[in-house]
């Protein structure tokens, strides 16, 4: 069984950044890709940024492009999501999630293990 915990977030003036991390553990880290995912109040949860199992893919949704960078340390067993010039629209909760597979994918039905989360706020 794969428990995942987030940490890093926490209260940001608009403009600032955080650095998200989702440490595994309790399977083989190398072999799962990580995404992360957030929901704000009314909405539905939705994919932010995901890595494949070896790094070699990463992938973001068009809203934070340019903006968060995804990166995994597979000797930490350790995802991190770096976050710069936030903006209130990501103000919600985060999650990371594994999938025991390749691919990362957006749709979060695909992922088998979830985080608790990590509340993201964002003043104006």
């Known amino acids: 069984q794969v428990q995942l915990v987030e940490s890093g977030g926490g209260l940001v003036q608009a403009g600032g950044s955080l650095r998200l991390s989702c440490a595994a553990s309790g399977g083989t880290f190398s072999r799962l890709t990580i995404g992360w995912f957030r929901q704000a109040p009314g909405k539905e949860r939705e994919f932010v940024s995901g890595?494949?199992?070896?790094?070699?893919?990463?992938y973001y949704t068009g809203s934070v492009k340019g903006r968060f960078t995804i990166s995994r340390d597979n000797a930490k067993n350790t995802v991190y999501l770096q976050m710069n010039s936030l903006k209130a629209e990501d103000m919600a909760v985060y999650y990371c999630a594994a999938r025991r597979a390749a691919s990362v994918l957006s749709n979060r039905q695909l992922y088998d293990y979830w985080g608790q989360g990590t509340q993201v706020t964002v003043s104006s």
């Open positions: 890595v494949s199992w070896s790094a070699g893919f990463t």
